[in-house]
């Protein structure tokens, strides 16, 4: 359960105001349809981070050592750096809809996604629980947490929240989690 909700927490946090966010905002005002914009969110996340947990999850099984889990613990708080900086969407990112609300949706969060902050977080829990079902449940859980209200919303919701303090919270949370991966490889923590 301590990877679900970790997972969930985190990327719930690390979304909001991330590109994804802002591509379902966009998503929304061009198809008016949040249904097949929620399905198409939800299907590339999975796809998206079932793979990713499962490649931390096969790393972790790989290079299990103290210097793998200190280089996980690097990694979040990398990710705590990461996060303070604001995502943008520039106009040349913006999809050309040819295939409908559901498929469009399905192509472009999938492609946006990759290498996204997002998703090397999903590789680290992965790689840090080695439990692919529910890191990619929780990582899922927490894209859709703050993704639909994104289709549903749109730009009020980015005019009501402080993405700075959000990004600051998030940015916190990979921070001690980080430290706390970097305490027990280290022995401090058991």
Not at 55 to 61: D, K, N, P, S, T
Request: glycine share 8%; charged share 15%.
């Amino acid at each position: 359960m301590e990877a679900l909700f970790t997972s969930t927490a985190v990327v719930a946090l690390a979304e909001i105001g991330d590109k994804t966010q802002l591509l379902a905002i966009l998503l929304a005002a061009r198809f008016g349809r949040p249904l097949p914009i929620i399905l198409g969110i939800l299907v590339a996340t999975l796809a998206n981070h079932a793979l990713a947990a499962l490649l931390g999850a096969q790393a972790a099984a790989l290079l299990d050592s103290p210097l793998f889990r200190y280089a996980i613990g690097a990694s979040f708080i990398a990710m705590a750096a990461w996060t303070l900086v604001p995502d943008t969407f520039d106009d040349g990112d913006d999809p050309k809809p040819r295939f409908g609300a559901f498929l469009t949706t399905l192509i472009a969060f999938f492609l946006v996604e990759m290498g996204d902050k997002t998703q090397v977080a999903t590789i680290a829990l992965g790689a840090q629980y080695q439990a692919v079902v529910a890191v990619t449940a929780g990582t899922t859980l927490g894209m859709m947490i703050a993704n639909v209200p994104a289709v549903f919303l749109g730009n009020e919701l980015l005019k009501r929240v402080d993405l700075a303090r959000v990004r600051r919270i998030a940015a916190a949370l990979f921070l001690v989690i980080g430290i706390w991966v970097l305490a027990q490889t280290a022995g401090w923590l058991r």
